[in-house]
């Protein structure tokens, strides 16, 4: 076997590359920090290419250096090596010249952890409060989010709308387990803990759909506790609020038979419909779904056809789901979704 | 020194067969049945991983339900920290400190004896609940309040806690009887600073079990107490906190990745020096490194909690202690190339596969800084990148290193050598299989695809990064099969070893291969770091 073109440097970095290239491939549409939408994430998407440039540059120096040792003094040669125990001044270096990178590394991230951690609408020594800051929020469940905007007398679920430029402040509660709240474009995770208040901002800078999803192990269906962030203008924002706060329209026909099978069912004990009976907490607020375009830890797509094949077995969707299957009639559920798909 | 062709007379064996491993107090012999029993569980351990990469090689995969790959995954990562690489190590340091250090065994045989029954029977334990009504499913690291009975009513969680017990305490009793055996039984003239390498980062590897694993019998006994007899400790509505789970249990986990790796460490300055020709480079340096690590690691606990909100400023002095732990590993590095470097090299296997330690741990090591960067750390945690990382410590470091020492000190243990071409190929199948299973992962990581999660959809361009993983996974099943062919044929005819097959440097090397029960018909007296070496080349002494 030909050690030396094996091991050789080139091929190394033709593999990382082609490696990393291929990742590149699969970039699009993936919800990758290395493409921040605000502000905050900016800044950390700022560090990390210098750290990892750094960190490239360490492997590059110290794995040619290891691989040339060993190709250099696998040749064959007459008598014993020198027995060499040490050597005090090179010891001192590579102590030294770690040492001083890590210096570099920790302040560099210090002086990013400090402009992340603190919302500039609530930073005390930062930029003085801002009245517009929004304020939401998030209470995670096994396994979909539920979003209240206190201020605006708004509770949704797995769809957070803000506005574009604005600080978002965040508190986060969990009903059962821990969580963590993560949008990579728009900000590093912070867990959402039981029993505790966690914190967390954002200030998006640009419009647009961005992927979120619980990071922290949760259970059953951790991998669908995903959700949306609809980053919107400040006209489409408030419209999207107007739309949130305006009470149940009056239903007519299959719409109105479903509505009163809502009511009078068991999902009043677990959903709530703003202005009616229909107030438990155990589920998603359902008085604007028809507004979302996912259901269920945002992992379906909200039309007639998923919502009746959620409705006939919530499990044979989404194992383990909290929702157990009622057993409904065809013709319930028929008119059931019918309701929903009303509740614009 | 002491030649050892006089042999001492044995007392009558009335032990032979299955009675003699069920029954034998020998260092020796219970070395075999730790690096045995730990294999297999490497073998279980790896069967796991291949479901799980099955499950994730395409998107919506329905092939596993979300229990039953939960279960694997904690099941995997359970298998693989507390039933093989852990004792595995300890498989090593039974076989051959006490034949390092010019003993006649360990100092407590009985107790040794036990410490190997109580990990088989831990391990048994804990896969028992796989009939018994479900395995754990809450993950390696079990964070509360996701264990308590209900939102984890099978039994699982308790088979965890009892296995995870029992296991704990053969470590505890284990490392007490390392500690006691290399401070008290080395040979005449072996001062602390003459014992090999191996032996200290075994020692330095002791100490922290005992002082680390305290804190998780402490956690895993709390939990148990909560889940069977209703003392809320971890549950918030009844004034529990969720994360003094957290704090006990990484109080343990972060020393246990020192636990994980310095006996690697050990090996591979070991098995540098010989295979180079020249004694280790910066022999202090690289001993109180490991011991400094040893220290360090006790804090830098919280550097796996930056995101459950403690303050800023507890965030940076962790960041900042974890950082400074970068300092003695990269040390080590260092020494261990000048190792390599201006020898004569004797390019075996042991050698391949520890150079392949070497190059695999420092990326391990680098992105190991760049989680300790906080904010970094604030988007890649519980990510693939994180799984990346991990596996590049404890895979492409501990296990490659494991497969050095394996390579390296059968012989001794079988009296034969295993293929060296076999075990390069080995080698080389692994190496690519490792780098095709684990680089990936740092990209999708990068990505933003979360650990843990049973399934993806497509629509975040995860699926291709994904499928390559899933055949490097199995190209690694393909280069252990490789291993275990190796391992069987040249222990039915592999080539002889002879007592000291390598033309090594310490003491093991000078008996007969296997030893004999006693090891040493007279017990070496010392006078150097590598006795055996000045005594074949005392014009090249230290
Ligand atoms: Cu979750």
Avoid at chain 1, 39 to 59: K, P, Q
Avoid at chain 1, 308 to 322: E, F, I
Avoid at chain 2, 210 to 222: E, G, I, R, W, Y
């Amino acid at each position: 076997m030909s050690r030396k073109k094996i091991f050789s440097p080139q091929k190394i970095l033709l593999t990382i590359g082609l490696l990393s290239g291929l990742g590149l491939a699969g970039c699009a549409g993936s919800p990758t920090w290395f493409e921040p939408a605000s502000s905050n994430a900016a800044l950390i998407t700022h560090l990390g290419t210098i750290i990892f440039g750094i960190a490239i540059a360490v492997f590059v120096i110290v794995e040619s250096l290891l691989i040339f040792s060993v190709v250099r003094f696998s040749r064959k040669r007459d008598g014993e090596p020198a027995q060499i125990e040490g050597n005090t001044r090179f010891e001192i270096a590579w102590t030294a010249a770690p040492a001083l990178i890590l210096v570099v590394v920790f302040f560099l991230s210090l002086q990013t952890l400090t402009r992340v951690a603190y919302s500039p609408a609530t930073d005390p020594a930062g930029a003085p409060a801002s009245a517009n800051a929004l304020h939401v929020r998030v209470v995670g469940h096994q396994w979909w989010w539920e979003f209240d905007y206190p201020d605006q007398n708004i509770v949704t679920a797995n769809e957070l709308h803000v506005p574009v430029n604005t600080v978002v402040n965040f508190d986060l509660e969990s009903v059962d387990v821990i969580h963590s709240f993560w949008v990579p474009q728009l900000a590093g995770k912070t867990d959402v803990i039981p029993g505790h208040v966690n914190h967390a901002w954002f200030q998006a800078s640009q419009t647009g759909t961005f992927h979120g999803q619980c990071a922290e192990f949760c259970g059953t269906e951790h991998a669908l506790m995903r959700f949306d962030v609809v980053v919107q203008t400040s006209d489409q924002f408030q419209a999207w609020v107007t739309q949130q706060q305006a009470p149940v329209a009056t239903m007519t026909g299959a719409a109105a038979q479903g509505e009163q099978l809502f009511l009078n069912g068991a999902c009043i004990a677990c959903h709530t419909i703003n202005g009616t009976k229909a107030q438990g907490k155990v589920g998603p607020n359902l008085t604007h779904l028809a507004s979302r375009s996912l259901f269920a830890g945002a992992s379906f797509d909200n039309n007639a056809a998923n919502l009746k094949r959620w409705l006939s077995d919530p499990p044979a969707m989404k194992p383990g789901t909290q929702m157990p299957n009622l057993h409904l009639s065809q013709s319930d559920i028929d008119a059931l979704v019918a309701f929903l798909t009303s509740l614009k | 020194m002491t030649t050892t062709a006089r042999a001492l007379p044995l007392a009558k064996r009335y032990d032979t067969g299955i009675l003699r491993w069920v029954t034998t107090v020998n260092h020796k012999d219970i070395g075999v049945l730790y690096l045995v029993t730990a294999f297999t569980f490497f073998l279980v351990g790896g069967i796991e991983s291949l479901l799980i990469r099955l499950q994730l090689g395409e998107p919506n995969n329905t092939l596993l339900s979300p229990e039953a790959y939960n279960q694997i995954f904690t099941m995997h990562g359970t298998t693989m920290i507390f039933l093989f690489v852990m004792p595995l190590m300890a498989g090593f340091g039974n076989y051959v400190v006490p034949l390092m250090i010019g003993a006649r065994d360990m100092a407590f045989p009985r107790l040794n004896a036990l410490s190997y029954w109580l990990f088989l029977f831990g391990g048994l334990l804990l896969y028992s609940s796989f009939l018994l009504g479900g395995a754990p499913d809450a993950g390696w690291f079990a964070y509360a309040p996701l264990t308590s009975t209900q939102y984890s009513p099978t039994h699982g969680m308790d088979f965890w806690v009892l296995g995870i017990l029992m296991t704990g305490v053969g470590s505890t009793v284990g490392s007490l009887n390392f500690v006691v055996t290399i401070l008290n039984l080395r040979a005449p003239g072996m001062k602390m600073t003459k014992m090999p390498m191996f032996v200290w980062q075994q020692l330095v590897t002791s100490f922290i079990i005992l002082f680390a694993l305290p804190s998780l019998t402490v956690a895993a006994t709390l939990l148990f107490l909560q889940r069977n007899f209703s003392a809320p400790f971890y549950l918030a509505p009844q004034g529990g906190d969720p994360l003094l789970w957290q704090h006990l249990f990484w109080f343990f986990g972060h020393p246990e990745v020192y636990i994980l790796i310095l006996p690697a460490f050990g090996i591979i300055s070991e098995v540098l020096p010989v295979f180079s020709r020249k004694p280790i480079f910066g022999y202090s340096a690289v001993a109180y490194s490991g011991v400094a690590i040893g220290f360090l690691g006790f804090t830098v606990w919280a550097h796996h909690m930056f995101a459950v909100g403690l303050n800023p400023i507890a965030d940076a002095i962790f960041s900042l202690d974890s950082m400074i732990i970068a300092i003695p590993t990269s040390v080590k590095i260092f020494n261990w190339i000048a190792t390599i470097w201006g020898g004569k090299i004797n390019f075996k296997a042991p050698f391949l596969f520890a150079v392949g330690f070497i190059a695999m741990f420092i990326i391990g090591g680098l992105s190991g800084v760049s989680l300790a960067t906080v904010p970094i750390d604030f988007q890649v945690e519980d990510t693939y990148y994180v799984v990346a990382h991990l596996h590049y410590v404890l895979f492409g470091g501990s296990v490659f290193a494991i497969f050095a020492g394996i390579y390296y000190w059968f012989p001794k243990i079988t009296g034969r050598l295993l293929s060296d071409r076999v075990g390069k190929l080995h080698f080389w199948i692994m190496f690519i299989g490792f780098n095709l299973t684990f680089f990936p992962m740092h990209i999708l990581g990068l990505l933003g695809m979360p650990r843990r999660i049973y399934t993806y959809g497509s629509q975040y361009g995860w699926d291709t990064l994904n499928l390559l993983e899933t055949i490097g996974a199995f190209i690694i099943a393909l280069s252990i099969l490789t291993f275990l062919w190796n391992l069987f044929t040249s222990l039915r005819g592999g080539e002889k070893a002879g007592n000291d097959p390598w033309d090594a440097h310490t003491l093991e090397w000078t008996t007969t291969s296997p030893p004999p029960a006693y090891n040493f018909a007279a017990i070496p007296t010392v006078h150097s770091r590598r006795p055996f070496w000045d005594q074949k080349y005392p014009h090249l002494a230290d």
